[in-house]
Protein backbone atom coordinates (compact mmCIF):
# COMPACT_ATOMS: atom_id res chain seq x y z
CA UNK A 1 0.00 0.00 0.00
CA UNK A 2 1.79 3.08 -0.56
CA UNK A 3 2.01 6.38 1.27
CA UNK A 4 -0.40 8.44 -0.37
CA UNK A 5 -3.40 5.31 -0.32
CA UNK A 6 -3.07 4.44 3.21
CA UNK A 7 -3.19 8.51 4.18
CA UNK A 8 -6.92 8.26 2.04
CA UNK A 9 -7.31 5.42 3.77
CA UNK A 10 -6.82 6.92 6.96
CA UNK A 11 -8.66 10.15 6.58
CA UNK A 12 -11.85 7.67 5.35
CA UNK A 13 -12.24 5.85 8.55
CA UNK A 14 -12.02 8.91 10.74
CA UNK A 15 -14.60 10.57 8.35
CA UNK A 16 -16.96 7.33 9.03
CA UNK A 17 -16.31 7.36 12.40
CA UNK A 18 -17.24 11.31 12.88
CA UNK A 19 -20.22 10.50 11.15
CA UNK A 20 -20.86 6.94 13.74
CA UNK A 21 -20.45 9.03 16.73
CA UNK A 22 -22.97 12.31 15.40
CA UNK A 23 -25.01 9.67 14.00
CA UNK A 24 -25.62 7.52 17.79
CA UNK A 25 -25.46 11.34 19.56
CA UNK A 26 -28.50 12.80 17.31
CA UNK A 27 -30.52 9.46 18.15
CA UNK A 28 -29.81 9.40 21.85
CA UNK A 29 -31.40 12.82 22.14
CA UNK A 30 -34.15 11.77 19.95
CA UNK A 31 -34.43 8.86 22.03
CA UNK A 32 -34.51 11.02 25.45
CA UNK A 33 -36.78 13.92 24.37
CA UNK A 34 -39.28 11.69 22.65
CA UNK A 35 -42.75 11.86 24.70
CA UNK A 36 -45.20 9.03 24.10
CA UNK A 37 -48.65 9.67 24.38
CA UNK A 38 -51.05 7.05 26.39
CA UNK A 39 -54.41 6.52 27.28
CA UNK A 40 -55.53 6.35 30.75
CA UNK A 41 -56.98 2.42 29.64
CA UNK A 42 -53.10 1.65 28.64
CA UNK A 43 -51.70 3.16 32.05
CA UNK A 44 -53.94 0.71 34.04
CA UNK A 45 -53.09 -1.99 31.81
CA UNK A 46 -49.38 -1.87 32.60
CA UNK A 47 -47.85 -0.03 29.18
CA UNK A 48 -46.81 3.11 29.94
CA UNK A 49 -43.44 3.15 31.29
CA UNK A 50 -42.69 4.74 35.47
CA UNK A 51 -40.72 7.62 35.73
CA UNK A 52 -40.94 8.71 32.26
CA UNK A 53 -42.05 11.45 30.79
CA UNK A 54 -44.87 10.79 28.53
CA UNK A 55 -48.59 11.88 28.14
CA UNK A 56 -51.74 11.03 28.67
CA UNK A 57 -55.56 12.50 28.05
CA UNK A 58 -58.75 12.11 28.44
CA UNK A 59 -61.93 13.33 30.33
CA UNK A 60 -61.71 14.95 33.70
CA UNK A 61 -63.79 12.45 35.86
CA UNK A 62 -67.10 13.87 37.24
CA UNK A 63 -66.76 14.73 40.98
CA UNK A 64 -62.86 14.31 40.90
CA UNK A 65 -61.61 17.41 41.37
CA UNK A 66 -59.87 18.03 45.06
CA UNK A 67 -57.85 21.37 45.16
CA UNK A 68 -55.57 21.95 48.19
CA UNK A 69 -56.43 25.46 49.87
CA UNK A 70 -53.40 26.00 51.02
CA UNK A 71 -51.17 25.74 47.94
CA UNK A 72 -52.19 25.30 44.25
CA UNK A 73 -51.87 21.64 44.14
CA UNK A 74 -54.86 20.22 42.22
CA UNK A 75 -55.77 16.31 42.32
CA UNK A 76 -58.05 14.87 39.79
CA UNK A 77 -59.01 11.80 37.61
CA UNK A 78 -58.64 11.18 33.78
CA UNK A 79 -60.67 8.54 32.52
CA UNK A 80 -61.01 7.32 28.65
CA UNK A 81 -64.32 4.97 29.75
CA UNK A 82 -62.03 1.91 30.50
CA UNK A 83 -59.56 3.26 32.63
CA UNK A 84 -59.09 5.99 35.23
CA UNK A 85 -55.81 7.50 36.33
CA UNK A 86 -55.41 9.72 39.44
CA UNK A 87 -52.97 12.93 38.20
CA UNK A 88 -51.96 15.55 40.42
CA UNK A 89 -50.46 18.60 39.41
CA UNK A 90 -48.80 21.74 41.39
CA UNK A 91 -49.82 25.30 39.39
CA UNK A 92 -52.54 27.16 37.74
CA UNK A 93 -54.46 25.18 35.36
CA UNK A 94 -55.76 26.62 32.21
CA UNK A 95 -59.50 28.75 32.70
CA UNK A 96 -60.90 25.96 30.54
CA UNK A 97 -60.03 22.83 33.05
CA UNK A 98 -63.17 21.47 34.54
CA UNK A 99 -64.70 18.44 35.15
CA UNK A 100 -65.77 16.33 31.81
CA UNK A 101 -63.83 18.41 30.05
CA UNK A 102 -60.88 16.92 27.75
CA UNK A 103 -57.42 17.37 28.64
CA UNK A 104 -53.75 16.47 27.73
CA UNK A 105 -51.30 16.49 30.41
CA UNK A 106 -47.27 15.96 30.41
CA UNK A 107 -45.87 14.29 32.96
CA UNK A 108 -44.51 11.30 34.82
CA UNK A 109 -46.21 8.17 36.30
CA UNK A 110 -44.82 7.25 40.07
CA UNK A 111 -44.94 3.97 41.29
CA UNK A 112 -48.17 4.91 43.46
CA UNK A 113 -49.88 4.83 40.38
CA UNK A 114 -50.28 9.06 40.64
CA UNK A 115 -49.53 10.81 37.49
CA UNK A 116 -46.88 13.21 38.13
CA UNK A 117 -48.18 16.52 36.14
CA UNK A 118 -45.48 19.17 34.89
CA UNK A 119 -47.98 20.19 32.60
CA UNK A 120 -51.95 19.99 31.97
CA UNK A 121 -53.60 21.35 28.67
CA UNK A 122 -57.25 21.54 28.01
CA UNK A 123 -59.27 21.74 24.85
CA UNK A 124 -59.81 25.35 23.70
CA UNK A 125 -63.63 25.18 22.45
CA UNK A 126 -66.89 23.21 22.72
CA UNK A 127 -65.87 21.26 19.04
CA UNK A 128 -62.31 20.62 19.54
CA UNK A 129 -60.43 17.58 21.45
CA UNK A 130 -56.92 16.38 21.04
CA UNK A 131 -56.47 13.85 18.17
CA UNK A 132 -54.62 11.74 20.81
CA UNK A 133 -57.68 11.71 23.67
CA UNK A 134 -60.63 11.40 20.32
CA UNK A 135 -58.17 8.12 19.13
CA UNK A 136 -58.00 6.96 22.72
CA UNK A 137 -61.93 7.42 23.66
CA UNK A 138 -62.97 6.05 19.79
CA UNK A 139 -60.62 3.27 20.53
CA UNK A 140 -62.22 2.46 24.08
CA UNK A 141 -66.10 2.68 22.79
CA UNK A 142 -65.00 0.17 20.32
CA UNK A 143 -63.55 -2.35 22.21
CA UNK A 144 -66.54 -2.03 24.28
CA UNK A 145 -68.72 -2.63 21.55
CA UNK A 146 -67.28 -5.74 20.40
CA UNK A 147 -67.21 -7.26 23.95
CA UNK A 148 -71.16 -6.50 24.30
Not at 91 to 109: H, K, S
Request: a neutral charge.
Amino acid sequence: MTPKRKKKLVLLLIALAGLGIAVGLGLNAFNQNIMFFFSPADVVAGKAPYERKFRIGGLVEEGSVQRDQQTLRVTFKVTDGGGSVAVQYEGILPDLFREGQGIVANGTLGRDGVFQAAEVLAKHDENYMPPEVADALAAQKAAESVKN
